[in-house]
């Protein structure tokens, strides 16, 4: 989309009923835009593929439902605006519409007239906010050191080391830390910090895709390389040219990746799939990883060498149980910011509840905290939050460590129930994942599923 926000934008309309789609093409065909239809997901994937403004999706189609493709339509294309379509009117399905990543949500039977309003609003703002976006990119830093809140001396150490390593040139960085301890936030923080912060930061989870896909995401292929490569392709790292690349979940890199990313580290070139041309390049690499890669190379999990030349530059994020004096101003950072988001009239929280948080284990650490506010601030309407707005039980307090798991007598449900004991597991193995999955007889993978659920605010209320 160039010049006007709106003129000849491309629309995707997805939805399996052919009438719904003639009649929405219509009358935004009637409005000077481009539209194209899908009668499925996995049509709407492959347009999406080829280039669209924005995404009217439909939640309940024939290959699934428009809500879970979500996130995998967002890593395809970030800058597409999606627009959900629902039959229920609902907090909950627009909140997590929104929360997966969706511009807007609307419910069925659209209003024609409504919809055009809302895809030039959006297409607009979308505009303004990439403008805004490069220009500040440019002169200034979106994210100061200061982002990284807390006051522990933990955490003033975290700033202190990333504000010097974002003035080192290019060495490599290593972010270790559990789960929603700001590995993310303090990727960006390093890049957007250094003299690199005019040049892109690509990021990308090693576990999210497939070695060949990551392969070719990174390094790029050339034409013919395989079957679908009918063009070269540049990888993130030449896409990152003068920039930084962050590599989340290093951990679970393949062996084989791990050596091309090695012999890149090392040699500051690498071949693109298919090629025999090396390409040479200069990008930070900003590793990061929940894992304890330490003992994945004691496994063999993990190439030793790699593992040293990553470490140049270490940095561990601290859990939050161990910096119980930053949970007051994290709560009233996320109080603040989702006050307004949200246009609440929330201003504090009380003492007691305070104090309370504080005495939480949070094995999600600040992404755990961060949800727990919001969910607070979401559903309140009072000027100062008490405990009863937060899920808050006894047992989840950091101190009690006796043998037995302790369930608190309240009736929880089923979930419920299970989250609790995730919870004292986490804090009795000090949010050691794999220690914790063994207490309870469970795998690694189910504690993950139950943690991100966790960390899901309304799914739990
Ligand atoms: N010190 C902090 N100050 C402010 N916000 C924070 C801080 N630490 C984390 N956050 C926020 O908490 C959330 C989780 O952090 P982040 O995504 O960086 O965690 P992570 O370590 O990458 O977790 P994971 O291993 O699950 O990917 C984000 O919204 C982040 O902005
Ligand atoms: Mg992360």
């Known amino acids: 989309m160039v010049g006007n926000a709106m003129n000849g934008a491309k629309i995707l309309v997805v939805d399996d009923e052919r009438l719904i789609r003639w009649s929405i093409r219509e009358h935004l065909a009637a409005d000077g835009f481009e539209v194209v239809e899908a009668a499925t997901l996995a049509e709407a994937m492959s347009q999406v593929h080829n280039g669209v403004d924005l995404v009217l999706l439909d939640n309940r189609l024939p290959d699934g439902s428009g809500l879970a493709a979500l996130p995998a339509l967002r890593l395809a294309a970030p800058d597409t605006i999606v627009i959900m379509l629902t039959a229920t009117n609902s907090v909950e399905a627009a909140v997590e519409a929104m929360k997966a990543g969706a511009w807007h949500y609307l419910t069925k039977p659209v209003n024609l007239d409504e919809l055009a309003i809302k895809i030039h609003h959006a297409l607009e703002t979308a505009h303004?906010?990439?403008?805004?976006?490069?220009?500040?990119?440019?002169?200034?830093?979106?994210?100061?050191?200061?982002?990284?809140?807390?006051?522990?001396?933990?955490?003033?150490?975290?700033?202190?080391?990333l504000g010097k390593i974002a003035r080192t040139p290019g060495s490599t960085v290593l972010l270790t830390g559990e789960s929603g301890t700001g590995k993310d936030l303090a990727a960006k923080v390093v890049h957007y910090?250094?003299?690199?912060?005019?040049?892109?930061?690509?990021?990308?989870?090693?576990?999210?895709?497939?070695?060949?896909?990551?392969?070719?995401?990174?390094?790029?292929?050339?034409?013919?390389?395989?079957?679908?490569?009918?063009t070269q392709k540049r990888g993130l790292l030449e896409l990152a040219a003068g920039g930084s690349v962050f590599l989340d979940e290093i951990g679970e890199m393949s062996l084989?990746?791990?050596?091309?990313?090695?012999?890149f580290l090392e040699?500051?070139?690498?071949?693109?799939?298919?090629?025999?041309?090396?390409?040479?390049?200069?990008?930070?690499?900003?590793?990061?990883?929940?894992?304890?890669?330490?003992?994945?190379?004691?496994?063999?999990?993990?190439?030793?060498?790699?593992?040293y030349r990553l470490?140049?530059?270490?940095?561990?994020?601290?859990?939050?149980?161990?910096?119980?004096?930053?949970?007051?101003?994290?709560?009233?950072?996320?109080?603040k910011r989702?006050?307004?988001?949200?246009?609440?009239?929330?201003?504090?929280?009380?003492?007691?509840?305070?104090?309370?948080?504080?005495?939480?284990?949070?094995?999600?650490?600040?992404?755990?905290?961060?949800?727990?506010?919001?969910?607070?601030?979401?559903?309140?309407?009072?000027e100062e939050l008490t405990q009863s707005d937060f899920l808050l039980s006894p047992a989840r307090a950091t101190q009690p460590q006796s043998q037995a798991f302790v369930l608190p007598d309240e009736g929880l449900d089923m979930d419920q129930l299970q989250d609790e004991l995730v919870r004292q597991a986490l804090a009795r193995s000090a949010g050691n994942q794999t220690r914790a999955a063994q207490l309870l007889g469970l795998s690694r993978d189910q504690i993950r599923y139950r943690l991100e659920r966790m960390a899901a605010p309304i799914a739990n209320g």
């Open 256 to 263: 084989g990746l791990q050596s091309k990313i090695l012999r």
């Open 193 to 230: 910090n250094s003299a690199r912060a005019t040049k892109p930061f690509m990021n990308i989870t090693c576990s999210a895709l497939q070695e060949t896909l990551l392969e070719s995401e990174l390094f790029g292929h050339e034409k013919g390389a395989f079957t679908d490569a009918r």
């Open 128 to 161: 303004l906010r990439r403008e805004v976006k490069t220009l500040r990119e440019v002169v200034t830093a979106p994210w100061g050191e200061e982002t990284i809140v807390g006051q522990s001396a933990t955490i003033q150490e975290v700033r202190r080391l």
């Open 267 to 307: 040699e500051k070139t690498f071949k693109r799939v298919g090629g025999a041309q090396d390409v040479s390049i200069d990008v930070r690499i900003i590793a990061a990883t929940n894992r304890d890669l330490q003992a994945d190379v004691a496994a063999g999990r993990f190439r030793e060498d790699l593992f």
């Open 338 to 382: 989702f006050a307004q988001e949200f246009k609440k009239p929330v201003r504090r929280v009380a003492d007691r509840a305070m104090q309370a948080l504080a005495r939480q284990a949070w094995p999600g650490n600040v992404r755990e905290l961060r949800n727990a506010v919001e969910r607070a601030v979401l559903l309140a309407d009072t």
């Open 311 to 335: 470490r140049v530059l270490p940095v561990e994020l601290p859990p939050l149980r161990e910096r119980q004096g930053d949970v007051p101003v994290l709560v009233d950072f996320f109080l």
